[in-house]
C-alpha cells in the first residue's frame, strides 16, 4: 500500500506485537489514536502528520526534526532528548510531557500547550511560541535564546525564567 503522506517507520513493542505494516494500514484507515505504545524507533521526513494523538508513550531520542505535526497530542509522553527541530508543531499539546533535553530550536509552537511539561534543559532557541501556553513547566536550564514568547501563558515567576534565558517578548 502507498503512503504519499506519511513516511514513516514505527518498531512498536505491545502486547498485541503490531508490525508495521498493521501500523500503517490503522494509519491509511483513519487511526489516530496510538496511545500505550513505546516506539524504538520512529523516522519522519519531511511528511505532514495530522491529527496525531497519543497519551502515555515513549518517544525518547527519536529524530522528527522538520515534521509537520500539526495539532499533535503528546499528552503525558516521555520525550526526553526527541529531536523537534525545525517541526510544525502549531497547536501541539505537549501537557505532562516530559521534554527533558529535547530540541526544539526553530520549531513553530504557535499555541501550543506545554501545560505541566518537563522542559528542563530543552533546546528552544529560535522557536516561534506566540501564543502557547506554559503554565506550571519546568524551564530550568532551558534555552530560549532568541524564541519567541509574544501573549504566552507563562506565570511570573518563568516570565523571570525566560526572560533571563534570552526570550523575546
Given amino acids: 500500500m502507498d503512503y504519499p503522506d506519511l513516511t514513516l517507520i514505527f518498531v512498536l513493542i505491545k502486547k498485541t506485537n503490531m508490525t508495521t505494516k498493521q501500523l500503517l494500514d490503522s494509519y491509511a484507515e483513519g487511526k489516530r489514536d496510538f496511545s500505550g505504545f513505546h516506539a524504538t524507533e520512529f523516522r519522519v521526513k519531511g511528511v ?16 522528527l526534526s ?3 505535526l500539526i495539532k499533535a497530542v503528546f499528552y503525558n509522553c516521555n520525550l526526553m532528548d526527541t529531536n ?5 508543531l502549531t497547536w501541539a499539546d505537549f501537557t505532562w510531557a516530559n521534554l527533558t533535553g529535547a530540541n526544539l530550536a526553530g520549531a ?14 530543552a533546546n528552544l532557541a529560535g522557536a516561534n511560541l506566540i501564543g502557547a501556553q506554559l503554565y506550571r ?28 534565558a534570552g526570550a523575546i517578548f
Fill in 48 to 63: 505532514t502528520i495530522r491529527d496525531f494523538y497519543a497519551k502515555k508513550i515513549s518517544l525518547c531520542g527519536i529524530n
Fill in 66 to 68: 522538520g515534521a509537520s
Fill in 84 to 88: 523537534f527541530s525545525g517541526c510544525n
Fill in 108 to 121: 513553530n509552537l504557535t499555541g501550543a500547550d506545554f501545560s505541566g511539561a518537563d522542559l528542563t534543559g
Fill in 137 to 164: 513547566v519546568t524551564l530550568i536550564g532551558v534555552n530560549l535564546t532568541g524564541a519567541i514568547l509574544t501573549g504566552c501563558g507563562l506565570g511570573d515567576e518563568n516570565r523571570r525564567i525566560a526572560q533571563k
